[in-house]
């Protein structure tokens, strides 16, 4: 039950990603960059300081950590390569911004009805993390919540920007930003299920979500925070490192 409650307010933060576009419109660049990269400093953190060295132990097998390590990173790679994801710096958001005839609407709303379903698939894998890091300790689960939360706010200004601007009502958006999300609880109950089976698979899962969230961090968070504005996507990944390491100590 524990890892439900995480593993929803982790997913649920995508809907505040929404709710911060409909009161104040789309955050600017320098703000979005030193968030993204704060959020990516905080998965580096638990990723390299704590689910790697967990996953070791658990594991009791190098094999296991690199295995499961690959398949995280495979894993993300497929979902990237035959589905669409959200980035918040590319041109799609000055289509957004411009759209002004209907049949543009229409498009943008195909647009981000199909950057929903991607972002929907990919938190599943990111609820296995919680469900992982829970069945090894409850501060694990709870920093990788966190990190997974942080994570899932630009994710759902991504999905509502386009939402809103193909004509949904700022209520639809809401709860199509807040399904995708909580695709982080469907994650976790799967996980539920298949970590119980020994404490090897536990080691393995660790490392799986490790791989997920480094993937994440190099191939989204970063050069989208880069792209931005890069000193300040820098001190936001220096200080989520640093905080994130302190929260695990």
Do not use: W
């Not at 049949?103 to 929907?120: P, V």
Request: hydrophobic share 55%; with cysteine.
């Amino acid at each position: 039950m524990e890892s439900l409650l995480y593993s929803f307010f982790a997913g649920s933060s995508t809907a505040l990603g929404a709710i911060i576009l409909m009161l104040f419109g789309k955050p600017g660049r320098k703000t979005m960059a030193a968030l993204l990269g704060f959020a990516g400093g905080i998965m580096i953190a638990v990723s390299l300081f704590e689910l790697m060295p967990e996953a070791y132990e658990l594991g009791e097998s190098l094999f296991v950590v690199v295995a499961g390590f690959i398949l995280g990173c495979g894993m993300m790679y497929l979902l990237d390569v035959f589905l669409p994801h959200a980035h918040m710096s590319t041109s799609d958001e000055l289509i957004v911004e411009n759209a002004s005839h209907i049949h543009e609407e229409r498009k943008i709303l195909r647009t981000g009805y199909l950057i929903f379903f991607g972002i929907a698939l990919h938190n599943v894998p990111e609820g296995l993390a919680i469900g992982a890091g829970l069945e090894a300790s409850p501060e694990l689960g709870m920093s990788i919540a966190l990190a997974i939360g942080l994570h899932n706010i630009p994710e759902g200004l991504a999905v509502a920007g386009p939402l809103k601007a193909g004509g949904l009502s700022s209520l639809k958006v809401i709860l199509f930003t807040l399904g995708a999300g909580l695709m982080t609880v469907v994650g976790t109950t799967i996980g539920l299920v298949v970590f119980g089976i020994s404490t090897a698979m536990i080691g393995g899962s660790l490392a799986f979500a490790a791989g997920a969230m480094i993937y994440i961090v190099n191939d989204e968070l970063v050069p989208q925070a880069n792209g931005l504005h890069s000193h300040l996507a820098n001190a936001g990944i220096i200080a989520g490192t640093l905080i994130g390491f302190a929260m695990l100590l």
